[in-house]
DNA sequence: TTGTAGGCGTTATCAT
DNA sequence: ATGATAACGCCTACAA
């Protein structure tokens, strides 16, 4: 019975049930199981059942059936200082690329009693700071990350006090945090020998930013590939996006096409860009594929559907969302074994966008 | 000095803040600020802030300023009951339309001290029911919810129950379930009207499922516009899509083209469905506009790339997103005022998928 | 104005 | 195998 209750003989729990629509306490099992709440409470969780007679767990578990009993997770993580819960960084939902990764995790945080927090940054440092702070107060066990840069002292900061986490997408230079990527070389290659095989010689590269790893990795895939096919290895050819956007990209094409530099295919460092590429397509007359062919990366939904439909990189978004959460459960739960890191497969989805050049 | 600290003269707490890398509790700062717990939680607290001297007041805060302290928003939900937690509840947050109200939840909920845990229920009401269940027992405050159909009983009950919501995008009948939607009725009213001004006489309707109030709104408010143009009010130019979704959307259009009725124009409930459309047009060879004009419905991400670029309704989502938290913070901290629901205005989007009649 | 005490619901550590 | 007890960190009557 509790403290607060007036000392009647209630069994069932009566008093307490009827009195108010609260719901029920381990307590209110235990009452009507018959038991003490610390029984119930061993009965209840499946760990340490064994610890009591299977008799006694039986009368539990059906106690706490019929009274819809649900643990209150609160009182839990209070107790325990587990919270079964995991934030979710990245920079903008609305981004297409980032709900199929968030799909991803969170389908095998579920199965395993956990689930995500997704707190977005906006590409600000100062908002993804007051962001993770404000997770790591409501005490997630873990993090993952789909918004690390190449310099990331923030990260780096975190790392050292132990927060176990899991970056998605990308990587930071020099810490041991593990990590999840696409295979972005790879797709860049790909990328490349697609237009090699179409006839192309002169193709130009719109980057990502050079302060992510994704940016820089498929820059510098994109230079081996080039020199692989002994195609025209023009530093001129090559411009650089300060976001991963669609503005960015129309910017950077611009500036290719004002530079004067002759090309007639050019590799986007992602589908935003690729984008922006044509919008400035519109702008100045250019037609896709004829005068110049596309390819994008990452293959968001509904580019088949474009004008032209986009050739691009496919990546399986949903696995790496999956593949991070797997293994931040693992640092999570598992020891403190040598974490390592996933490059997951990718693959060229031709479409519209490219073709051989017409000059 | 905790009961648990051997009996040393610990000022400023350093026995424990330095004995383990635990983050600082009430007790630490009372401790540092020469106070009692208690009265450091009076100070910390804007609202009982005036119940201490404005020097202590001080004291306190500074202590926790420099203690790096942030109060556990677990244990304080323990003692509340309050959680400044809300559930959101949306279909599949890969779906275009819903990150867009995501982020308008998210950045109202934020300023006020809340933060949101995202559920999909993919349609599945199974999976809905379970994930709703998940976010009551981790004592979510309110919830704002997607996913609404006509006849929901789930949503009854829970309402009956005193469950604190706001339906966004949808409405259920009979049910005085606050809630905040674009004006669908107004939507269409403006689709029919620019295709009837484009010359076209014959329109049809892909429907969206009539078990969901913006299917049921937009059909109805279809058939007012039809008959308010005097345009041809036939029954076969209308279909029914079971989802909101590009295959239902296609399955439709090829039932309405294999049907025979002629038509020079159609109103798709969404822009997914509109998708639906293209594919079909793609099969067939049919041309858009030429042959057939389309009007799509939210303004999905990148219609204006489309082949044809989309026709359609412009909607607010970060807005209805904004609005939904709004009155559920009302709600919530508010007292049984009465809740209005609310209609956010439209606009239509003319791009290349409408033009006049060919024939 | 400040301190004391008790409890939110659960689990871990005792003891029985 | 089970019960008693205390504690997780915080808040809030109530007492002083």
Same mark, same amino acid.
């Given at each position: 019975?509790?403290?607060?209750?007036?000392?009647?003989?209630?069994?069932?729990?009566?008093?307490?049930?009827?009195?108010?629509?609260?719901?029920?306490?381990?307590?209110?099992?235990?009452?009507?199981?018959?038991? =003490?709440?610390?029984?119930?409470?061993?009965?209840? #969780?499946?760990?340490?059942?064994?610890?009591?007679?299977?008799?006694?767990?039986?009368?539990?578990?059906?106690?706490?059936?019929? *009274?819809?009993?649900?643990?209150?997770?609160?009182?839990?993580? $209070?107790?325990?200082?587990?919270?079964?819960?995991?934030?979710?960084?990245?920079?903008?939902? @609305? #981004?297409?690329?980032?709900?199929?990764?968030?799909?991803?995790?969170?389908?095998? $945080?579920?199965?395993?009693?956990?689930?995500?927090?997704?707190? #977005?940054?906006?590409?600000?440092?100062?908002?993804?700071?007051?962001?993770?702070?404000?997770?790591?107060?409501?005490?997630?066990?873990?993090?993952?990350?789909?918004?690390?840069? $190449?310099?990331?002292?923030?990260?780096?900061?975190?790392?050292?006090?132990?927060?176990?986490?899991?970056?998605?997408?990308?990587?930071?230079?020099?810490?041991?945090?593990?990590?999840? @990527?696409?295979?972005?070389?790879?797709?860049?290659?790909?990328?490349?020998?697609?237009?090699?095989?179409?006839?192309?010689?002169?193709?130009?590269?719109?980057? +990502?930013?050079?302060?992510?790893?994704?940016?820089?990795?498929?820059?510098?895939?994109?230079?081996?590939?080039?020199?692989?096919?002994?195609?025209?290895?023009?530093?001129?050819?090559?411009?650089?996006?300060?976001?991963?956007?669609?503005?960015? +990209?129309?910017?950077?094409?611009?500036?290719?096409?004002?530079?004067?530099?002759?090309?007639?295919?050019?590799?986007?460092?992602?589908?935003?860009?690729?984008?922006?590429?044509?919008?400035?397509?519109?702008?100045?007359?250019?037609?896709?594929?004829?005068?110049?062919?596309?390819?994008?990366? #990452?293959?968001?939904?509904?580019?088949?559907? *474009?004008?032209?439909? *986009?050739?691009?990189?496919?990546?399986?978004? +949903?696995?790496?969302?999956?593949?991070?959460?797997?293994?931040? $459960?693992?640092?999570?739960?598992?020891?403190?074994?040598?974490? =390592?890191?996933?490059?997951?497969?990718?693959?060229?989805?031709?479409?519209?966008?490219?073709?051989?050049?017409?000059?």
């Amino acid at each position: 019975m509790r403290p607060d209750q007036p000392p009647v003989p209630s069994q069932e729990g009566t008093v307490r049930r009827t009195s108010a629509q609260q719901p029920p306490t381990l307590r209110d099992v235990a009452e009507a199981a018959g038991v =003490h709440a610390a029984t119930a409470s061993r009965a209840l #969780n499946p760990k340490t059942r064994r610890l009591v007679s299977a008799d006694t767990a039986r009368r539990v578990m059906k106690a706490a059936k019929t *009274l819809g009993y649900q643990p209150n997770p609160i009182a839990r993580s $209070l107790k325990t200082s587990k919270s079964s819960t995991v934030g979710v960084v990245v920079p903008d939902l @609305t #981004n297409p690329l980032f709900p199929p990764i968030v799909r991803g995790i969170e389908n095998v $945080l579920e199965v395993a009693g956990y689930s995500a927090w997704i707190v #977005n940054t906006d590409n600000d440092r100062e908002r993804e700071r007051t962001r993770i702070d404000s997770l790591r107060s409501r005490h997630v066990e873990g993090l993952i990350i789909a918004t690390a840069r $190449l310099d990331h002292p923030l990260l780096g900061s975190l790392h050292e006090q132990g927060v176990k986490m899991v970056l998605v997408n990308r990587r930071v230079e020099d810490l041991q945090i593990p990590f999840v @990527t696409a295979d972005d070389a790879g797709g860049i290659a790909l990328a490349v020998r697609h237009l090699a095989g179409l006839g192309h010689t002169r193709i130009a590269h719109l980057a +990502g930013p050079r302060n992510t790893s994704s940016g820089v990795v498929r820059a510098r895939a994109f230079r081996h590939a080039i020199r692989d096919h002994e195609l025209e290895d023009d530093p001129a050819l090559i411009a650089e996006c300060a976001y991963w956007n669609e503005a960015d +990209g129309a910017d950077a094409m611009r500036g290719l096409l004002d530079r004067g530099t002759p090309f007639t295919a050019v590799v986007a460092g992602n589908d935003l860009i690729a984008l922006g590429c044509y919008d400035v397509f519109a702008e100045r007359g250019i037609s896709c594929p004829e005068d110049i062919s596309v390819v994008g990366f #990452n293959d968001m939904p509904f580019l088949d559907k *474009l004008r032209p439909p *986009l050739t691009t990189v496919g990546v399986p978004h +949903g696995d790496i969302g999956a593949e991070a959460a797997r293994m931040l $459960l693992d640092c999570i739960e598992g020891p403190e074994r040598q974490s =390592h890191s996933l490059l997951l497969p990718v693959s060229l989805v031709i479409r519209g966008s490219t073709a051989r050049p017409s000059a």
